[in-house]
């Protein structure tokens, strides 16, 4: 099923007698059952609004439209989400709608936020058949309940996105990317946090334990990050060997946030949310083939062997999600890592409240 419209996929949700399965360009690997209701039809720009920094797209708009359109205004998606086709083999084309209802934010989140903190406003229709709207177009709006945070990482569970309204900023005049050659996942970890606790303004800190390069990423003015970069430069001169490669970095941040050293290798892929610290001492527990540390290190992405259970080997409070593997593996594992108790409640009672009979993507229900 492929709504043109809003009210297309507003009629078809209200007449589904059966559970559906929502998606937008198919591209992020989620396992669910039901009959395939693609928003891909419900796509266009409806409005933008360069010199105010905001835009308004249909769910079904694809991103790289969008990053095009953008460009020509020499502005962008500042929270960079990432494309999983790379990791997951998957084709197709990511949508502005999957990226907020999977709320898909990249290296630079740890500077500017997450996909759900540039959203303004959204449009859905609920698991009634309703359509609702929520927020607006200017950062101020106030409008009671804020379901516009509250769509952005539901993945489709609590209604289908028809419409995003979001903030959008300028792109930087100039990017650098200081390189500290470390072993050492502990010195790696605390090369990261200098360069994040620093007043450098720092865009990108991650660790790639297999070239043994913690990376760290500046941008904005051109002389200001000739400055930065500098003074970086020697603050983590006691790390290691430290390298400096201005104006350049789109290749290796874009390979960061689409974690390309696990495209094309065998295995299941996992990401784990955990506090940095606590990544020096899981990493070893994770018993993984391979590795790679983002966002200061509270960002894991692990490659293990087929099969492997790693919520089984969190030595540390965290979050582990099972991102690549089998549909086996998916039925006995879960893609999402149960909540506790109190949190399980409320999350039912909000799929309740806006689905009240179970049928958008029941096969997310954790």
């Known amino acids: 099923m492929t709504p043109q419209s809003e009210a297309e996929l507003a ?23 039901g009959e395939t209701l693609s928003v891909a039809g419900v796509n266009g720009v409806t409005l933008y609004e360069p010199g105010a920094l905001t835009l308004v797209v249909q769910a079904g708009t694809s991103v790289e ?3 095009a359109l953008l460009a020509g205004e020499n502005q962008r998606l500042a929270f960079e989400p990432m494309d999983h086709r790379g990791l997951l083999g998957t084709t197709g084309t990511p949508t502005m709608g999957g990226v907020f209802a999977a709320n898909v934010s990249g290296p630079r989140r740890i500077q500017c936020g997450a996909a759900r903190d540039f959203l303004l406003g959204v449009r859905f229709v609920d698991g009634r058949g309703a359509v609702l709207s929520n927020g607006g177009r200017v950062m101020k709006n106030v409008t009671g309940y804020d379901l516009v945070k509250l769509m952005a990482g539901s993945h489709g569970t609590l209604g289908v ?25 502990g010195l790696a970890v605390a090369a990261m946090s200098t360069a994040l606790g620093s007043p450098y303004d720092v865009t990108g800190a991650a660790y790639d334990p297999a070239l043994a390069a913690v990376h760290i990423r500046v941008e904005g003015f051109e002389a200001s990050v000739t400055y930065r970069a500098e003074a970086l430069k020697e603050a983590l001169g006691r790390f290691g060997e ?16 689409d974690v390309a050293a696990f495209h094309d290798r065998p295995g299941d892929v996992w990401r784990i949310s955990v506090k940095p610290s606590d990544a020096i001492a899981l990493a070893p527990a994770l018993q993984a083939e391979g590795l790679l540390f983002d ?14 259970d790693l919520r089984s080997r969190l030595t540390v409070p965290g979050h582990a999600t099972l991102v690549r593997a089998s549909t086996q593996t998916r039925a006995e594992l879960g893609q999402f890592q ?5 949190l399980a409640a409320i999350s039912e009672g909000l799929r309740r409240q806006f689905d009240p009979r179970g049928i958008l993507n029941p096969g997310l229900m954790g």
């Open 295 to 308: 966002w200061g290190g509270g960002l894991i992405w692990a490659l293990v062997p087929a099969g492997s």
């Open 161 to 185: 996105l028809s419409e995003v309204s979001l903030k959008v900023l300028p792109c930087s005049e100039a990017c650098a990317t200081v390189t500290v050659h470390v072993a050492d996942l």
């Open 242 to 257: 430290v390298s400096l490669a201005p104006g350049a970095g789109d290749a290796l941040w874009k390979g960061i946030r």
């Open 65 to 67: 439209e969008v990053q």
């Open 338 to 342: 149960s909540q506790p108790g109190p």
């Open 11 to 33: 009629e078809i949700i209200a007449g589904a007698t059966a559970p559906l399965a929502v998606s937008g360009g198919g591209t992020r690997g989620l396992s669910m059952g």
